[in-house]
T-cell receptor, first 113, second 113 residues
Framework: DGGITQSPKYLFRKEGQNVTLSCEQN?????MYWYRQDPGQGLRLIYY???????QKGDIAEGYSVSREKKESFPLTVTSAQKNPTAFYLC????????????FGPGTRLTVT | AQSVTQLDSQVPVFEEAPVELRCNYS??????LFWYVQYPNQGLQLLLK??????LVKGINGFEAEFNKSQTSFHLRKPSVHISDTAEYFC???????????FGTGTKLQVIP
């Protein structure tokens, strides 16, 4: 079955450590996105990538980094510079031919203590 | 620039009663409109979308929405809710293509038995 996988589902880290969240898709979508979700704030865009080896900052990119070396993979690194990293992180990809809807992965809940 | 407003953060409704979740948007260009549903600790799933054509859009699980250009609204409705509809609902707008999708802050629908 085609879809987006995110691993792990739950992630715990100590403050000051970098952590990388995985996002893989087998939908053959060109564009991929990372969102952060906090209670009452909806989804906020961190980074997005329209093609391999290219990506753009979203609204809250500070303290995060990404790479897009392969079409199917778009990992997100939460660095120690991110002041409040505890959140639910969602990866998505976009069908653009006619529908423009986004497909979402199941999310990773990151807790930093 | 575009924005989405979901005025109601929580909506309690009795089972089998009708419900309307409100969404208003603003944009300087034509946009595509979406409603997504999120169950606890899961990713988002598309309920319905408006791209063009008929302003009344039908989606999954018996939901429908009406696009009103003059009022810049895209309210979500269901004539009779079920316990299983308890979830958080997000309205979203996009100019299309690979451009940024803007999400509302979400409305939690609580269906009361």
């Amino acid at each position: 079955d085609g879809g987006i996988t995110q691993s792990p589902k739950y992630l715990f880290r100590k403050e000051g450590q970098n952590v990388t969240l995985s996002c893989e898709q087998n939908l053959n979508h060109d564009a991929m996105y990372w969102y952060r979700q906090d209670p009452g704030q909806g989804l906020r865009l961190i980074y997005y990538s329209q093609i391999v080896n290219d990506f753009q900052k979203g609204d809250i990119a500070e303290g995060y980094s990404v790479s897009r070396e392969k079409k199917e993979s778009f990992p997100l690194t939460v660095t120690s510079a991110q002041k409040n990293p505890t959140a639910f992180y969602l990866c998505a990809s976009t069908v653009t031919s006619e529908s423009y809807e986004q497909y979402f992965g199941p999310g990773t809940r990151l807790t930093v203590t | 620039a575009q924005s989405v407003t979901q005025l109601d953060s929580q909506v309690p409704v009795f089972e089998e009663a009708p419900v309307e979740l409100r969404c208003n948007y603003s944009s300087s260009v034509s946009v595509y409109l979406f409603w997504y549903v999120q169950y606890p600790n899961q990713g988002l799933q598309l309920l319905l979308k408006y791209l063009s054509g008929s302003t009344l859009v039908k989606g999954i699980n018996g939901f429908e929405a009406e696009f009103n250009k003059s009022q810049t609204s895209f309210h979500l409705r269901k004539p009779s809710v079920h316990i299983s509809d308890t979830a958080e609902y997000f309205c979203a707008v996009s100019p299309g293509g690979y451009q940024k999708v803007t999400f509302g802050t979400g409305t939690k629908l609580q269906v009361i038995p």
